[in-house]
């Protein structure tokens, strides 16, 4: 989980840098692509109760859980991961094909 976390943070990072130097129009569709990713913008620690959680805040939450069970993961947990692992895949293939020049 925090290697998939750690990537998509990744891509998110090099797909912002790059669409700093794209036509507006094309930044609009990065920037909101991203925003598809990962809560922005937030400076409350309740910020997650007011707005939907997005993926890389939901890959956080599985991570979180898993890390003082203490216990084997779940079958339940280990879909929920596999299915939010390949949501970021797309994710990170849709950033790359809105950034490749």
């Known amino acids: ?7 998509l943070d990744r891509s998110i990072d090099a797909a912002t840098k790059t669409a700093a130097h794209l036509p507006a129009a094309q930044r609009a569709q990065v920037n909101a692509a991203v925003a598809d990713l990962v809560l922005l913008h937030g400076s409350s620690s309740e910020y997650d109760v007011v707005y939907p959680t997005k993926l890389r805040e939901q890959l956080a939450f599985l991570l979180n859980s898993l890390e003082g069970a203490y216990t084997k993961p779940t079958a339940a947990n280990a879909a929920t ?5 390949a949501e ?3 994710g ?3 950033l790359a094909s809105l950034t490749a020049h």
């Open 1 to 7: 989980i925090v290697a998939t976390i750690d990537h």
């Open 81 to 85: 991961y596999e299915d939010l692992k």
């Open 88 to 90: 970021a895949a797309a």
């Open 92 to 94: 990170e293939a849709k």
